[in-house]
């Protein structure tokens, strides 16, 4: 079966010349297709009945989106569809993010449609969160019939050239003949190889003419482009060459990132780790992927990560990451990052490798096949009596870990502390509840005070940190995992951005279960102002003037209480620490309908530790003014 491993340039794509070559329907890891049923050669449908039908035999299950001129024959045949579920959405931006919160909770391809001009275009910032996050998502575009092309046609947007920089790939399509291949091709590309969103946009024209339908597709019609082949397996002598180093090395570290979850290779590295005994860390996009509470986690690394994960990265001799791209918001500056590391790198997607920091075995392959083998080796390594001696460096990290443990304060006034909030909803929460975070405050107190144990239990924004994420991805998740609790934790900004589709979760049974962080400001950018431009809070207020931290009800506007209640949901309103746990409790027991709790907190808390921004990790603040003390001898290179 082919794989894509990495993802199509646009200089690449060769657009717009047309290639037939046979493909597979999906990738490894896709659930894949339903059972495909050959259709009676000869049949004759219209562009919009062969879309809906393509979609079915795809495996596709869920669609949200919502209608508009250009896409409407499209919706007719989906009406007599008894194997697609359509939601429809308040706002496309909505039906991106839940299609994307689909895919990341159940490992499916999600899927998202929307007419052109302004419906289309409300689309590119879930696309660009998705490429961001290797997230597979199909998003099916109407666009204006063909001979209308390039005249600025109503609501006419080239939404392929818009798109080309933030889709996995994306087609036009004027022929009804080519929707069944190109849908084909659109859920092999988005979830094999590196996965990622790949855009469908089709001609009214094209929906609404006949042609004959056969399934599979007699032709995969999406431009030419660089042949996507499967990663060979691990290169051999790379694998045995990162096993030298690993138990050569005194200082190592597993720099895990969301590769692995993609991979589903959880169970491979829970091997390696405890074989090799070496500390894991698990950046933002990968947890779950390795146990919280084994003894061997050491926390998350970056700009809030864990004191221990942070300096353990700097100080050690041997970094070994899998699936992991070391963005900024990891390595700090740079040129000081790890200085003293040699840097195993293994990824699906070569043009990772060595675009950041440098790798000094540089490993190509899909990461369940890349832990997999490094496991054999290291056996193979032992079984020659060369192991490991971490001895001293555990004993570094077990003292920073009780140094410098996550913590918080709570307020002196008798207020909530946000990260007591989080804290206690993770608690209480039922065993393999998802957790879908917003982007700010709430989203790192979340990574640091919630659990995860198992994969597929944390959704975010990683790369594009985009804010309104929570409710509709938390919205896409319960679609797919019905039988799952999903709880949004979303700050007050954060949840004004999307809260309209706690409609479409109120219509379409979707009983999910949201958290508002209300502090009455953008916390984060709050936070920033109040350490780097002299608490001059230029417009991050939310709240009424002069109501502070510790506003009472009906001080705030909006009152998310009566707007939860305007909107069909259960709403509930918490600001007594006394509370907390009822409130919670009260919240978890409501399963018929989404549930709106107003966390009334304390304003000025902050986010801790911290590596401020173009900084070494090296200065990270365990607290605000605590810089930690590592000792004399603790030294990188000692």
């Given at each position: 079966?082919?794989?894509?491993?990495?993802?199509?340039?646009?200089?690449?794509?060769?657009?717009?010349?047309?290639?037939?070559?046979?493909?597979?329907?999906?990738?490894?890891?896709?659930?894949?297709?339903?059972?495909?049923?050959?259709?009676?050669?000869?049949?004759?449908?219209?562009?919009?009945?062969?879309?809906?039908?393509?979609?079915?035999?795809?495996?596709?299950?869920?669609?949200?989106?919502?209608?508009?001129?250009?896409?409407?024959?499209?919706?007719?045949?989906?009406?007599?569809?008894?194997?697609?579920?359509?939601?429809?959405?308040?706002?496309?931006?909505?039906?991106?993010?839940?299609?994307?919160?689909?895919?990341?909770?159940?490992?499916?391809?999600?899927?998202?449609?929307?007419?052109?001009?302004?419906?289309?275009?409300?689309?590119?910032?879930?696309?660009?969160?998705?490429?961001?996050?290797?997230?597979?998502?199909?998003?099916?575009?109407?666009?204006?019939?063909?001979?209308?092309?390039?005249?600025?046609?109503?609501?006419?947007?080239?939404?392929?050239?818009?798109?080309?920089?933030?889709?996995?790939?994306?087609?036009?399509?004027?022929?009804?003949?080519?929707?069944?291949?190109?849908?084909?091709?659109?859920?092999?590309?988005?979830?094999?190889?590196?996965?990622?969103?790949?855009?469908?946009?089709?001609?009214?024209?094209?929906?609404?003419?006949?042609?004959?339908?056969?399934?599979?597709?007699?032709?995969?019609?999406?431009?030419?482009?660089?042949?996507?082949?499967r990663p060979a397996r691990p290169h051999p002598g790379r694998i045995r060459e990162a096993a030298r180093l690993i138990t050569s090395a005194r200082r190592p570290v597993l720099y895990v990132g969301g590769?692995?979850?993609?991979?589903?290779?959880?169970?491979?590295?829970?091997?390696?780790?405890?074989?090799?005994?070496?500390?894991?860390?698990?950046?933002?996009?990968?947890?779950?992927?390795?146990?919280?509470?084994?003894?061997?986690?050491?926390?998350?690394?970056?700009?809030?990560?864990?004191?221990t994960a942070v300096t353990a990265l700097q100080k050690a001799d041997l970094i070994v990451a899998l699936g992991a791209r070391f963005d900024d918001r990891v390595t700090g500056r740079l040129d000081s990052?790890?200085?003293?590391?040699?840097?195993?790198?293994?990824?699906?997607?070569?043009?990772?490798?060595?675009?950041?920091?440098?790798?000094?075995?540089?490993?190509?392959?899909?990461?369940?096949?890349?832990?997999?083998?490094?496991?054999?080796?290291?056996?193979?390594?032992?079984?020659?009596?060369?192991?490991?001696?971490?001895?001293?460096?555990?004993?570094?990290?077990?003292?920073?870990?009780?140094?410098?443990?996550?913590?918080?304060?709570?307020?002196?006034?008798?207020?909530?502390?946000?990260?007591?909030?989080?804290?206690?909803?993770?608690?209480?929460?039922?065993?393999?509840?998802?957790?879908?975070?917003?982007?700010?405050?709430?989203?790192?107190?979340?990574?640091?005070?919630?659990?995860?144990?198992?994969?597929?239990?944390?959704?975010?924004?990683?790369?594009?940190?985009?804010?309104?994420?929570?409710?509709?991805?938390?919205?896409?998740?319960?679609?797919?995992?019905?039988?799952?609790?999903?709880?949004?934790?979303?700050?007050?900004?954060?949840?004004?951005?999307?809260?309209?589709?706690?409609?479409?979760?109120?219509?379409?049974?979707?009983?999910?279960?949201?958290?508002?962080?209300?502090?009455?400001?953008?916390?984060?950018?709050?936070?920033?102002?109040?350490?780097?431009?002299?608490?001059?809070?230029?417009?991050?207020?939310?709240?009424?003037?002069?109501?502070?931290?510790?506003?009472?009800?009906?001080?705030?506007?909006?009152?998310?209480?009566?707007?939860?209640?305007?909107?069909?949901?259960?709403?509930?309103?918490?600001?007594?620490?006394?509370?907390?746990?009822?409130?919670?409790?009260?919240?978890?027991?409501?399963?018929?309908?989404?549930?709106?709790?107003?966390?009334?907190?304390?304003?000025?808390?902050?986010?801790?530790?911290?590596?401020?921004?173009?900084?070494?990790?090296?200065?990270?603040?365990a607290a605000r003014d605590v810089r930690p003390d590592f000792g004399a001898g603790e030294q990188a290179g000692s």
């Amino acid at each position: 079966m082919e794989s894509t491993t990495q993802r199509t340039h646009p200089a690449e794509s060769g657009r717009p010349v047309l290639g037939t070559a046979p493909a597979a329907l999906a990738g490894p890891r896709q659930s894949g297709p339903g059972p495909v049923r050959p259709q009676p050669q000869g049949t004759r449908l219209t562009g919009a009945a062969a879309l809906v039908r393509a979609l079915e035999e795809a495996g596709c299950e869920t669609v949200f989106g919502i209608p508009g001129g250009a896409i409407l024959p499209a919706y007719d045949p989906l009406m007599d569809s008894a194997r697609l579920r359509h939601v429809l959405v308040r706002h496309e931006q909505g039906a991106g993010h839940a299609a994307t919160g689909y895919a990341q909770a159940t490992g499916k391809v999600g899927v998202c449609m929307a007419t052109s001009g302004p419906g289309a275009t409300n689309l590119v910032t879930p696309l660009a969160d998705a490429y961001l996050d290797s997230v597979p998502v199909v998003a099916i575009t109407g666009q204006v019939p063909a001979h209308l092309l390039g005249t600025d046609a109503f609501q006419e947007v080239d939404i392929v050239g818009v798109t080309t920089p933030i889709t996995k790939h994306n087609v036009l399509v004027t022929d009804a003949q080519d929707i069944p291949g190109t849908i084909a091709e659109a859920f092999r590309i988005a979830s094999t190889g590196r996965p990622g969103p790949v855009l469908v946009d089709i001609t009214k024209d094209a929906l609404q003419a006949t042609a004959v339908y056969s399934w599979p597709p007699r032709r995969i019609p999406l431009p030419a482009r660089r042949p996507a082949r499967r990663p060979a397996r691990p290169h051999p002598g790379r694998i045995r060459e990162a096993a030298r180093l690993i138990t050569s090395a005194r200082r190592p570290v597993l720099y895990v990132g969301g590769g692995v979850l993609k991979a589903r290779a959880t169970a491979e590295l829970k091997v390696l780790a405890e074989l090799t005994g070496a500390p894991v860390t698990t950046t933002l996009m990968a947890l779950g992927a390795f146990p919280d509470s084994h003894p061997l986690h050491v926390g998350m690394p970056g700009m809030h990560g864990s004191v221990t994960a942070v300096t353990a990265l700097q100080k050690a001799d041997l970094i070994v990451a899998l699936g992991a791209r070391f963005d900024d918001r990891v390595t700090g500056r740079l040129d000081s990052f790890a200085p003293h590391a040699k840097i195993v790198h293994a990824d699906i997607d070569p043009a990772e490798i060595g675009k950041n920091r440098a790798a000094d075995v540089p490993i190509v392959g899909d990461a369940r096949e890349v832990v997999a083998d490094l496991v054999q080796a290291v056996r193979k390594e032992h079984a020659e009596g060369r192991t490991g001696d971490y001895a001293a460096w555990w004993k570094d990290l077990d003292r920073w870990r009780a140094t410098y443990p996550l913590g918080y304060d709570q307020p002196g006034d008798g207020s909530l502390a946000p990260q007591a909030v989080i804290e206690r909803i993770g608690k209480l929460a039922p065993e393999g509840t998802i957790f879908a975070a917003g982007v700010g405050q709430h989203q790192m107190w979340a990574a640091h005070f919630i659990d995860f144990e198992q994969p597929a239990t944390w959704l975010n924004s990683g790369g594009a940190g985009t804010m309104g994420y929570a409710v509709p991805a938390a919205m896409g998740a319960k679609a797919g995992a019905p039988g799952r609790t999903v709880w949004a934790i979303d700050g007050d900004g954060c949840f004004q951005m999307t809260s309209q589709e706690l409609v479409t979760c109120v219509l379409n049974d979707i009983p999910i279960k949201v958290a508002v962080i209300n502090n009455g400001a953008l916390g984060m950018v709050r936070q920033w102002q109040t350490l780097f431009y002299g608490r001059r809070y230029s417009n991050t207020a939310l709240a009424a003037p002069g109501t502070g931290g510790s506003a009472r009800p009906g001080t705030r506007v909006p009152d998310f209480v009566k707007l939860a209640e305007a909107m069909g949901c259960v709403a509930l309103r918490c600001e007594d620490p006394a509370d907390l746990d009822a409130v919670i409790a009260k919240a978890n027991a409501i399963d018929d309908r989404p549930v709106v709790v107003d966390f009334v907190v304390h304003q000025d808390a902050m986010v801790w530790p911290m590596v401020a921004a173009g900084t070494s990790n090296d200065e990270i603040m365990a607290a605000r003014d605590v810089r930690p003390d590592f000792g004399a001898g603790e030294q990188a290179g000692s």
